[in-house]
Nanobody
Framework: QVQLVESGGGLVQPGGSLRLSCAASGYTSNYYLIGWFRQAPGKEREGVSCISSSGASIDYADSVKGRFTISRDTGKKTVYLQMNSLKPEDTAVYYC???????????????????WGQGTQVTVSS
């Protein structure tokens, strides 16, 4: 059974930092993508970042480029999202998801992601 568990969310002041973790288990594919998504109240869910199992493919939304960094620990099957210089508009529930056969992060629609975590709340406010 595939499971994704996010952690690391919380309340932070503008300009602060948080690191989200996504611990994945239950799939055996050697090639997969892990994506981070977020959904703010009243808005559609949007892609934030993606990393391939090899690390060769990484992608970011324009709104977070230069502020967020995605990384992985393949031994632990854990993906991290380091979020710096946080802004109030980054406030959302953050989800991770896995595309169990994906190899390239570019232009992968959300519908290709097979399993999703429960989400973790990130609130940026003074």
């Amino acid at each position: 059974q595939v499971q994704l568990v996010e952690s690391g969310g919380g309340l932070v002041q503008p300009g602060g930092s948080l690191r989200l973790s996504c611990a994945a288990s239950g799939y055996t594919s050697n090639y997969y993508l892990i994506g981070w998504f977020r959904q703010a109240p009243g808005k559609e869910r949007e892609g934030v970042s993606c990393i391939s199992s090899s690390g060769a493919s990484i992608d970011y939304a324009d709104s977070v480029k230069g502020r967020f960094t995605i990384s992985r620990d393949t031994g632990k099957k854990t993906v991290y999202l380091q979020m710096n210089s946080l802004k109030p508009e980054d406030t959302a529930v953050y989800y991770c998801a896995v595309d169990v056969y994906g190899r390239d992060c570019k232009s992968v629609p959300q519908s290709y992601y097979d399993y999703w975590g429960q989400g973790t709340q990130v609130t940026v406010s003074s």
